[in-house]
């Protein structure tokens, strides 16, 4: 039989104004308005691929592993949805089935695959999807999925009941900044550790209601152009974010990470940067381009590993054959 099939690459994302806490395991609405955007590497070399199928068995596999059935965020939940109408076109065959695969991620790949999955469902879809639904379908997978779906510098409005992404700003007025992504370890947290554990810190419903104040300030910042502020917005958010989650007990900066915070912040005297922690061991660096360099030498006095990223676009289909 022919196959049919259709490949996307997707980007990973970087929260700004950083997600904490979701509505609950299975629709995992953000409990309030949050800020990111996509990244890839500055030859395009850092996403996620997949590969979307028809096929008479069902599979899915992820990063050379066969998702478990019982996965509560399995790509399932949202093909399911959508398959009877995907594969009526070729009755001979019975299945969607999928591969993922990340290249070169440091962090917020499952927002890139949930992304992917999406792509690749709306370039084969006969109708209109409506976009609301879609997006919380995909969250389903990832809480952050709108990100990487519109790609550049986006907000999620949400409230943990509702949940919809804005594009605000293309990766074109980011092209003048590099981003630094420093990893330290491949080891992280589960997500939910930091979604279970930061809603119990007493000032959570004051973060709660200060997230919609503080995306209407970046809607100005990116109205004027002002990306250093976008950045810096960011980093004060990873100082706030950080400060909450060590005092519900979530460890995330490790001492190492801190002391390269430490030489970064003193190099704020030298050249203009500001950092952001999301929920990984990566401390993300942002700078001019000039300066990229300055921060890969500071780097090197510390174990880990400087990438050069950019802020990346929405999914790409790479080929299909539907």
């Not at 590969?51 to 596999?61: F, K, M």
């Not at 070729?90 to 499952?110: A, C, D, M, Q």
Request: hydrophobic share 35%; net charge negative; glycine share 8%.
């Amino acid at each position: 039989m022919e196959k049919y099939y259709v490949e996307v690459k997707a980007y990973p994302t970087i929260g700004i104004l950083l997600l904490g806490g979701v509505s609950d395991s299975l629709k995992r609405l953000p409990r309030h308005t949050t800020a990111g955007i996509a990244y890839t590497g500055l030859n395009d070399e850092i996403y996620v691929k997949t590969d979307l199928y028809l096929s008479n068995e069902r599979s899915g596999i992820i990063n050379g592993k066969k998702i478990p059935e019982d996965s509560s965020r399995s790509p399932f939940i949202v093909i399911d949805k959508y398959k009877n109408d995907i594969i009526k076109r070729h009755p001979e065959y019975s299945e969607v089935s999928f591969i993922s695969e990340n290249k070169n991620v440091l962090s917020g790949s499952s927002d890139a695959g949930a992304a992917a999955i999406g792509e690749c469902i709306e370039s084969i879809f006969e109708y209109n999807i409506n976009i609301f639904n879609f997006e919380n379908d995909l969250q389903k997978i990832s809480e952050s999925a709108g990100r990487s779906l519109y790609g550049g510098f986006t907000i999620n409005h949400a409230n943990g009941r509702e949940s919809l992404t804005d594009e605000i700003l293309g990766p074109e007025d980011f092209q003048d900044f590099v981003i630094v992504g420093c990893k330290f370890s491949d080891e992280r947290k589960p997500s939910d550790v930091i979604h279970e554990n930061i809603i119990r810190h007493e000032k959570y419903q004051e973060r709660v209601k200060n997230s919609e104040i503080r995306a209407k300030e970046l809607e100005k910042l990116a109205d004027s152009g002002d990306i250093k502020g976008i950045f810096e917005a960011g980093e004060r958010d990873t100082l706030e974010y950080h400060s909450m989650l060590r005092e519900v007990g979530v460890n995330i900066i490790t001492e190492e990470m801190q002391k390269f915070i430490d030489k970064i912040s003193g190099l704020k005297q030298e050249f203009w940067n500001s950092y952001i922690v999301t929920g990984g061991t990566n401390v993300f660096v942002a700078v001019e381009k000039g300066d990229k360099e300055r921060v890969k030498d500071a780097a090197k006095e510390f174990n880990c590993d400087p990438v050069y990223l950019k802020v990346a676009g929405k999914p790409d289909v790479i080929s299909k054959n539907f």
